[in-house]
């Protein structure tokens, strides 16, 4: 369906109900996410739920897990722990290696281990394909 919808509608399936389904599950688990979290802030104030920090993190594990990778969350989780105790220095070192990721590394800090070593660790990204000539 994602694909092609055209082909899943061929085929008797109903494109615009599950794409419904698919956000309302979607929506479902990212507000039970945030419910959760918030209520581990034992307060809910807007700062907790819309701090640009949170547009910091994202952007941070997009950047050195690579885009479509998993392992984005798993480096920032080491990162913190590693980094923690720096106090303010810590989101100096985190801006810093986005930076040389950016820079350097487009493909994220997990496309030079992985070229380096082969571990897929969780191999459910994505790799684009060229279409052979038919």
Not at 36 to 65: E, H, K
Not at 98 to 111: I, N
Request: net charge positive.
């Amino acid at each position: 369906m994602c694909d092609d919808p055209v082909s899943a509608a061929s085929q008797g399936m109903n494109v615009g109900r599950m794409r419904f389904g698919v956000f309302v599950v979607a929506a479902m688990g990212t507000g039970l996410a945030s419910a959760v979290y918030n209520m581990a802030q034992l307060r809910i104030s807007p700062d907790s739920g819309f701090d640009p920090y949170w547009s910091s993190i994202c952007i941070f594990i997009v950047m050195v897990g690579g885009i479509g990778r998993i392992e984005g969350p798993i480096i920032y989780f080491f990162a913190t722990r590693l980094f923690g105790q720096c106090g303010a220095y810590y989101l100096v070192v985190l801006g810093t290696l986005t930076l040389l990721v950016a820079l350097y590394f487009s493909g994220g800090l997990w496309s030079i281990v992985s070229k380096w070593r082969d571990w897929p660790w969780f191999p459910v990204g994505h790799v684009l394909a060229r279409r052979r000539p038919d």
